[in-house]
């Protein structure tokens, strides 16, 4: 509030009449807030208040016959108008008018778009090289030149556009596509092998020779499709040669695995007590972050939102404002209800699902139960589990008979 009246002005007020407490109370009617009142006779008293709601009175003074008189002023409106004729007072605003029109020469900001494989630290790099770097003269940078450097150091880029709006640098790439790579043909033989210990549960060959078959029990490593096919005379009785291939099917291996997750019954609870926000500025570097030194001595989760000041959306201040939004919290003991542990048991075995169904692998069925052993909560049993084989190996060609 201190801030609010230090901008806007407040004044001291000096109030006679005889219904001082009418008065009071419909300056609380009309929500006119006075500070500060303290009682100087029988009927008088003197209060602050903003120096907008003065104009607010005149109601209240005409229903209760009190009468006003200001005796001081303060805020920065009333010291403007106070300095507005000095020639120190207008010599610094023309010195802080010729300070913005000077920084507003300068880069602040560099925006990079329709990039994709040159990452922003490398251009930025390359961009400092060619001193088209934050805090350099716009005046500087001939646009169509690092355009020309652009297109000549990065053979992907096959075009690319650079231009000064404001205070910001503005580069918009385009890059040529690139198609995936298709997958060469490897050379010699190459064996589809399995991805785990288990049981062959599916096999299904396109190109190839099976080494195993369904229901067989495998070792990680062991050769599910051999690379090689062979090739027999004639008479289809005797193989004349092995033409090497690269291996290729749908092979499941199965396996059980135990699963096990545990939980503490005891855990300490987050209690909020308080949010605090406050702002502040950061220039070349240098952030003024006071204010945190002050806050209480409580733990606390800090957020931060920063952005750059901005003047008619195009010029960049050489100013960032940073917003904090402090939580501030205590942590209390608490235990887990046998509800609320299985429901964080099952949902980190849905995560534990999700994060293996990435990799391909399936839970085609599972004998999991939540037990609790003294002051621990825990999910026990085994899962079965679908592994696709889709590791290829160099493998060798068998000799022929």
Known sequence: ?????????????????????????????????????????????SFFMSARDVFRLRPVLRKTGCRLRICQRRGAPFFF????????????????????????????????????????????????????????????????????????????????????????LHITLKEQIRLAEEQEERPGVQDLIAPADGKVAEIFVRSGT?????????????????????????????????????ADGDVLIERRQPYREQLDAAYQKKQWTETLRYVTFETAGVNADLIRYFLPDEKRVVFCETRPLRLFHSIVLPLTQNRYEARLYRLKPQTYSRSEAEEILLRRYRQFAKKIGKKGVQITDKNVIILRKGNVYSMEGDVLLRYPAKELRAGTVPDVE
């Open 1 to 45: 509030m201190s801030i609010f009246l230090s901008l806007f002005g407040s004044v001291k007020v000096n109030l006679t009449g005889k219904e001082i407490s009418r008065f009071l109370r419909l300056c609380s009617t009309y929500r006119i807030f006075l500070f500060d009142i303290s009682s100087e006779g029988a009927d008088e008293i």
């Open 81 to 168: 108008l106070r300095y507005r004729w000095k020639i120190a007072f207008r010599g610094s605003i023309l010195c802080a008018f010729l300070l913005f029109w000077y920084l507003t020469g300068f880069i602040w900001s560099v925006h990079l778009s329709g990039n994709s494989y040159l990452t922003e630290e490398y251009m930025r790099a390359f961009l400092e090289e060619r001193q088209a770097y934050i805090g350099c003269r716009a005046g500087r940078i001939d646009t169509v030149a690092l355009e020309e450097q652009i297109l000549e150091a990065f053979p992907e880029v096959i075009w690319t556009s650079v231009y000064i709006k404001g205070t910001s």
């Open 210 to 246: 099976a080494a195993v078959a369904q229901g067989d029990e495998v070792k990680k490593g062991d050769v599910l499709i051999h690379g090689w096919v062979p090739v027999y005379d004639d008479m289809e009785t005797l193989v004349k040669h092995y033409d090497p291939v690269a």
